[in-house]
């Protein structure tokens, strides 16, 4: 059974006089003051336990302040395990005891089981303690998007068949190897997709890489038929061990293969222009969206929509799906406030792109008493604000949410997210908020 918390091995922590010092101070401090925040971290890593024999495995409470810790300084897992090796400092901020680290397969394995869940409930207990602090009122409010990129490659068509003939190859050798497998007969294609995804590149001329296209696709079809007779040669024997976890990678990788021989031949040779919500950008990370912020350069990821306060703590995150205009959420975010915070904000600014006069009619219905767009998008100041001060006030206040987004990309990792899925997308995107709200209280509540 795994540890809550770890009892603390000496009264005194160490921690130097140091800015980075102080905050991690404070931010023990913090986490200290909410037991009650484990139990949901222990929920989500429950399919983890350790070992009933050998060496106690990590408390749930030293699990949460690691994965805070690799946000809050952005490191890999092998660097985390370093760190906490080397620093004084970080080992009194995870609690470890003694001279024992952990490995950082098993850092990786317990941190990765946070769900997004999880970290906004920390997230929301976080601006609990800012009110009663009366550092965050949330009476203010504003509101702008951003994207994360998922972690893949220039996703052009020659790239996502090469991907396809290397992903269906591994499929053939994890077949073959199979205890009790029969002789399969496959060929290996990936020296001449290579070349040919190579040589699209460099080649000029719609009718050239046409051909280089077919041959691409043609090799890509071969090593899924191999696949497909694999599957069958499989289920005729009998085998069992090995053979449910297989063909699951099958049934995934499958439909997503098939759409892109699809979409390469749709716009290659029948010159479709296929549509973002038609296509398909990664193999292994299937759910990024294609996004494109006016006439700005398209991004692969997901679109956030995040809140701030006065402060500057992130009062909320929503991670889109798909790529909706900044104007259709502008109501949900508001309603998210409404109902994490019981109330509507006084006074409420937001960027252009959300700017309707549907919204800001629904806004003044909810009791929002100024609504600022930052572009007027022809609406009337006098409809939006009291007064042209007002109105100049909080379009500046709005500007302020462009340091916070920055802040986030450049020291919390949200320009990249590295975690692989889904649902560690969100968890990823909700554990760097934490890690900056946790900084930042912990710096306002100090001076």
Known sequence: ?????????????????????????AMSKLLDAHPDLLDWVAADIKDRQPKATGRKGLSVDTVLRCAILK??????????????????????????????????????????AISAVTWEQ?????????????????????????????????????????????????????AQDLPGAPELTWQNHQRVAKKRMRSIIYTRGADKKARLYRDLIKVTRNSLCYVEQADLALRCSGIDSGYAEWSAQV???????????????????????????????????????????????????????????RSGLILDVVVEKGNPADSAQFLPMLERHIEHFGV???????DGGYASTDNLQAAKALQVKDVVFHKKRGLKVEDMAQSPWVYRK?????????????????????????????????AYVWSSVVAHNLALFGRLKST
């Open 251 to 309: 049934a995934h990788y499958q439909p997503l293969i098939e759409k892109v021989i699809e979409q390469a031949e749709r716009r290659v040779f029948q010159g479709e222009k296929v549509p973002a919500n038609e296509k398909i950008v990664s193999l292994f990370e299937e759910h990024t969206d294609i996004i494109v912020k006016g006439r700005r350069d398209i991004q692969y990821g997901h679109k956030l929509n995040l809140s701030t306060g």
């Open 394 to 426: 909080l379009r500046n206040f709005r500007a302020g949410i462009e340091a916070g987004i920055s802040c986030l990309k450049r020291a919390y990792g949200l320009s990249r997210c590295t975690w692989k899925g889904w649902a560690h997308f969100e």
């Open 122 to 174: 920390i997230n929301l207990q976080l601006l609990e303690d800012a009110r009663q602090d009366k550092i965050e009122n949330s009476k203010m409010l504003r509101i702008d998007s951003t994207v994360t990129e998922s972690t893949i490659h220039d996703p052009t068509d020659g790239r996502l068949l090469w991907d396809s003939v290397r992903v269906l190859i591994r499929l053939m050798e994890a």
């Open 344 to 350: 509507a904000p006084r006074q409420m600014a937001a």
């Open 1 to 25: 059974m795994r540890e809550k918390r770890t009892i603390q091995p000496s009264i005194f922590e160490i921690y130097p006089e140091h800015d980075i010092g102080r905050e991690l101070k």
């Open 71 to 112: 946000q809050y300084r952005q490191l890999s897992y092998e660097e985390l395990v370093f760190c906490l090796m080397d620093s004084s400092a970080y080992q009194a901020f995870a609690r470890l005891c003694g001279t024992w680290v952990p490995k950082k397969s098993a850092l990786q394995r317990c941190i990765s």
